[in-house]
């Protein structure tokens, strides 16, 4: 029998490595270096994979776009615990002009306002006035603005063209994402 | 050493470093650890990915008054059991109660309080 030959080795490990890739999309609660693997609970606890598997995929975060499951009606969370209240939904877009070299900012209040109330933002984290918000990258990085979801439980700052989809002459730089495809334009 | 040689080296490295890279949380899992190893329980994860399929931002973020700060909050078990954090829904009717201690107190010891879980990104606007 011919021996295998080490790109043959190395090709099958590639592809076991592979494989890894898509077994980690959700780690284990064992696995996941954050619980202990000796709770006597831990088997009670819902596994992410099981729960996120089923839902809208993305590519970065909880590998959920939570957006379209939130709009596709594929998840219905409550909007409050006094009665079958829902936030009142907005549909302003608000574009950030102060942004060069990057393309403009385009903020849609519509999947926002699907997910939270406007108390959640303003005023204490943004003030409703066009241009009085000093937002830039650095505040966003240390967890101020956007940067107190978006980076922590929203989709995470690498996802540079999500926000900077809007060149200054209007024209959209990327295909929309799911957390602005519908906005209203 | 040829290249071919070179490329199946970082092959074989490939192979091995990017299973090994991949150990980590679930994205926007929260650890609070405030006070609870002090007094000899395990540190609390809180896992965003289960509570924002049931409920929205604002239930917690708003109603609540949890801010949304990662150690920001000063929960106690005194205050849970009243009603207030947690335990405005881990009553025991809409979700388990406080005394399933290990349910929440599940964490492995010496975690900080933070935001946990990787990004895992396919990198800027790669989607």
Known sequence: MKPLSATGITIGMLLLAMLSLGADKWKSLKDDDLHDPSNPSIDVLQEPAEALSVLPPDTSGNKVNWVAALQSGEINPRGSLQGDLKPEVLELDVVMTTTLPLPNVIFPHKPHTEWMACETCHEELFVSQIGANPINMGRILEGEYCGRCHGAVSFPLTECNRCHSVKPEGSPTAPPSGATRDREQ | ?127
């Not at chain 2, 040689?5 to 970082?10: G, P």
């Not at chain 2, 395990?42 to 973020?61: A, K």
């Not at chain 2, 078990?77 to 929440?104: F, Q, R, T």
């Open chain 2, 1 to 127: 050493m040829n290249a071919y040689s070179r490329c199946n080296r970082l092959l074989l490295t490939a192979a091995v470093i990017v299973p090994a890279a991949l150990a980590w949380a679930e994205y926007a899992d929260v650890v609070i650890n405030n006070g609870a190893e002090a007094v000899g329980v395990s540190p609390v994860i809180f896992p965003h990915w289960f509570h924002r399929i049931r409920f929205q931002c604002s239930v917690c973020h708003v109603e609540l008054g949890i801010q949304m700060k990662a150690g920001g909050n000063d929960i106690t078990m005194d205050k849970i059991v009243s009603g207030e954090y947690c335990g405005a829904c881990h009553d025991g009717v809409l979700a388990w109660s406080a005394e399933n201690c290990d349910l929440c107190h599940s964490g492995r010891s010496g975690l900080e309080t933070g935001i946990r879980g990787g990004h895992r990104t396919a990198g800027p606007g790669i989607y």
